[in-house]
């Protein structure tokens, strides 16, 4: 059973930065697609960034050019570097591990984006 721990959430300013981090039990980073969703009030979860085996990253629109995901495989943890957040990015944020033969979550961490 994968588990996976959120941290790194709070208030922050518009313009402000954050850092996300996902604790992983176990080596998974570099077999499982490691992602980051959000999901605001009265909204959908929503894919965030991804990353894979090679590093490989993918980032929604939204957050393009202002968010980096990371990962450090000797820690088992992943970051989600959040830059210029604006309030539209105030959501709970949760760190998702998948594969073919498992789907795991972990258990959100609050984010809000305000003056």
């Known amino acids: 059973q994968v588990q996976l721990v959120e941290s790194g959430g709070g208030l922050v300013q518009p313009g402000g930065s954050l850092r996300l981090s996902c604790a992983a039990s176990?080596?998974?980073?570099?077999?499982?697609?490691m992602g980051w969703y959000r999901q605001a009030p009265g909204k959908q979860r929503e894919l965030v960034a991804t990353?894979?085996?090679?590093?490989?990253?993918n980032y929604a629109d939204a957050v393009k050019g202002r968010f980096t995901i990371s990962r450090d495989n000797a820690k088992n943890t992943m970051y989600l570097q959040m830059n210029s957040l604006k309030p539209e990015d105030t959501a709970v944020y949760y760190c998702?591990?998948?594969?073919?033969?498992?789907?795991?979550w972990g258990q959100g961490t609050q984010v809000i984006v305000s003056s």
């Open positions: 998702n591990a998948y594969a073919p033969y498992g789907n795991y």
């Open positions: 176990g080596s998974i980073l570099s077999t499982y697609r």
């Open positions: 990353i894979i085996s090679g590093g490989i990253t």
